[in-house]
Nanobody
Framework: QVQLVESGGGLVQPGGSLRLSCAAS????????????MSWYRQAPGKQRELVAA???????TYRDSVKGRFTISRDNAKNTVSLQMNSLNAEDTAVYYC?????????????WGKGTLVTVSS
């Protein structure tokens, strides 16, 4: 079985920082974690889910425009984890953040999702 578990969410003041982590487990998936693109999505109340950042199997990264220069995504294949360092947070960053694992194009497999962790940026 595959499991993605997010952690690190919480309440933070505008201008503050948080670091989110996603840990992948499962005897089969753990062996091929490095072959998946890992991403962070978020969903604000009443809004559609949107891509925040992604990191490929080659460590190429992409970010949505609104978080460029503030957020940094990274992965540790030895630990089967992906992280999102979030700096200079503002109210628009308030959302539930979800971890996603996606096979490379040309590889057989399915997407996996975590249950999410809530980030609240107050005032």
């Amino acid at each position: 079985q595959v499991q993605l578990v997010e952690s690190g969410g919480g309440l933070v003041q505008p201008g503050g920082s948080l670091r989110l982590s996603c840990a992948a487990s499962g005897i089969i998936f753990s062996r091929i974690f490095s072959r998946y693109t890992m991403s962070w999505y978020r969903q604000a109340p009443g809004k559609q889910r949107e891509l925040v950042a992604a990191i490929t199997t080659r460590n190429s990264t992409t970010y949505r425009d609104s978080v460029k220069g503030r957020f940094t995504i990274s992965r540790d294949n030895a630990k089967n984890t992906v992280s999102l360092q979030m700096n200079s947070l503002n109210a628009e960053d308030t959302a539930v953040y979800y971890c996603n694992a996606r096979p490379r194009a040309g590889d057989s497999g399915m997407d996996y999702w975590g249950k999410g962790t809530l980030v609240t940026v107050s005032s």
